[in-house]
């Protein structure tokens, strides 16, 4: 028996010296570690919480701009935006209303919210306006032009952290300049909190441009000072507001027709 212990002796003895350098060898072989899973998500609240800032700095900021507002199949429209020393605002809406033949200036006061209708290619009377509303109601969808919310209300929604919103940084597309960050709804209701698209903004919190899929707003030149207050455009009236849509087309009469009356 002891004869036949030694060759098992000389072919295990190689076999447990080998052992440890597979074991060093096969470990170095595995792949890196998965980069940790919560990388992203770090990510997308420091998005979050960058927007908020620049929002918030935002209305803070009072001035008074000028905006190049660009839609497809329509002619650029130079908005002027004022945001006044005590809190109230006006966005000047060139082809506000009426299909683009009536240019409005939408304004929000202590006494209210307003629509005023300003002399223009499609209307020749003075400027008058309408309050539609209190200051910090809604605009009704019929009279609203969606130009001046970027500006406006949907600040409030960009620095709530508990709005339904997904941000990310984006590049600044062609034209804009600043910080620019993504920003979607997600919200499974047909009524987002704002628009989806692309907003920048300046480091003192100047909307610098907005992309959205109603059209582009951009920065033009560099703000001046703000008054005090905002002053309405015209007179407060008893009148209606006007809607975006077109005025229908008149029918003709068949009275003024050249053949009327020919027998």
């Known amino acids: 028996m002891p004869v036949l212990l030694r060759p098992a002796v000389r072919v295990l003895g190689p076999l447990v010296f080998a052992l440890p350098g597979c074991l060093v060898a096969c470990a170095s072989a595995q792949p890196p570690p998965p980069p940790p899973t919560d990388t992203v998500p770090v990510q997308v609240d420091a998005a979050r919480d960058e927007l908020a800032a620049l929002a918030a700095a935002a209305q803070d900021r009072h001035l008074v701009a000028q905006y190049v507002y660009s839609r497809s199949g329509q002619p650029d429209r130079t908005v002027v935006f004022t945001s006044a020393n005590d809190g109230s605002w006006r966005v000047d809406v060139p082809g506000g209303a009426l299909g683009g033949t009536v240019d409005i200036s939408l304004a929000a006061t202590a006494d209210g919210l307003f629509q005023c209708a300003l002399p223009s290619p499609g209307r ?12 910090d109601e809604p605009l009704p969808r019929r009279l609203d032009p969606r130009v001046q919310h970027p500006l406006t209300d949907w600040l409030d929604v960009l620095t709530d952290r508990r709005a339904p919103l997904a941000v990310a940084p984006a590049g600044a597309p062609e034209g ?58 015209g ?10 849509a077109a005025p229908p087309t008149p029918t003709p009469d068949p009275s003024d027709s050249p053949s009327a009356g020919t027998p």
């Open 235 to 244: 007179p407060v009236t008893d009148g209606e507001a006007l809607g975006t």
């Open 124 to 135: 020749v009377e003075p400027a008058s306006c309408v309050r539609v509303g209190e200051r």
């Open 176 to 233: 804009l300049t600043g910080t620019c960050y993504s920003v979607d709804s997600t919200s499974a209701s047909l009524n987002a909190p704002l628009d989806v698209g692309i907003y920048c903004y300046d480091q003192d919190g100047t909307p610098t441009g907005v992309r959205t899929g109603t059209g582009t707003l951009r920065l033009a030149g560099t703000p001046g000072p703000p008054p005090a207050a905002v002053q309405l455009a």
